[in-house]
């Protein structure tokens, strides 16, 4: 089963920042958080991943909490190829996906 | 390296017939995936290998499912006798299994559509 919660949606503008939560309270200390985006009609692409410290790349940043039982993707400046589903992952030696967050960008 | 490719990209099939996709991941990809998604929802884990070795099938993976790595290379799913249940996408990853966590890669997918 899914160890993280995500709501299911959010809405955001075009080419404002947008912050998707994901709550993970029984991570555990050897536990990656990953995040994936999945396009429609495409398969799961890699986002970012991080263990402790906050980390960043070309495609976002994520903000893990102190205690790691939370953590926050964040797209900078969302653009209308960032609309898909994002889905917030412990890696446990495999990916568990659960619903993830349906991101819709508003033009 | 392109990348995870599947093949083929889509399958239709009677009910009652065998059906066999194949994945080839990115070449120094030790560990490689199987999952299987439909309409709204997330992907499902069926079944995941090291190398050539067979190490975990999910609860979801009947007895009329069966996944090979022979060569710890490429991989085939098979679904034998199959029913409407099973039409969805087959989706493969890749990934490297070393110190620390890494990220996989995922193929385009293998729609199936069983008549």
């Known amino acids: 089963d899914a160890k993280t919660t995500q709501p299911n949606s959010m809405e955001s503008n075009e080419e404002e920042p947008v912050h998707l939560p994901c709550n993970h309270s029984?991570?555990?200390?050897?536990?990656?958080i990953h995040w994936y985006r999945q396009l429609p009609s495409q398969g799961p692409e890699y986002v970012i991943h991080g263990l402790t410290s906050n980390v960043n790349n070309r495609m976002a940043s994520l903000a893990i909490a102190e205690d790691r039982k939370s953590s926050t993707l964040i797209l900078h400046r969302a653009t209308l190829r960032d609309a898909a589903v994002y889905y917030c992952i412990l890696w446990d030696d495999k990916i568990i996906f659960g619903k993830g967050t349906r991101l819709h960008i508003l033009p | 390296d392109t990348g995870v490719s599947q093949d083929p990209r889509h399958k239709i099939t009677k009910r009652g017939q065998n059906v066999t996709f194949r994945c080839d991941p990115i070449?120094?990809?030790?560990?490689l995936y199987w999952y299987r998604q439909t309409l709204g929802q997330g992907p499902e884990f069926l079944t995941y290998?090291?190398?050539?070795?067979?190490?975990?099938k999910s609860r979801l993976l009947s007895d009329r499912f069966s996944a090979e790595r022979p060569k710890g290379s490429f991989s085939t799913l098979e679904i034998q006798r199959t029913e409407q249940g099973d039409s969805a996408m087959y989706l493969c990853?890749?990934?490297?299994?070393?110190?620390?966590?890494?990220?996989?890669?995922f193929g385009q997918g293998t729609r199936l559509t069983v008549v």
């Open positions: 990853a890749s990934s490297f299994s070393g110190t620390g966590s890494t990220e996989a890669f």
């Open positions: 290998f090291q190398n050539e070795a067979q190490l975990e």
């Open positions: 029984t991570i555990s200390g050897t536990d990656y």
């Open positions: 070449s120094e990809h030790n560990r």
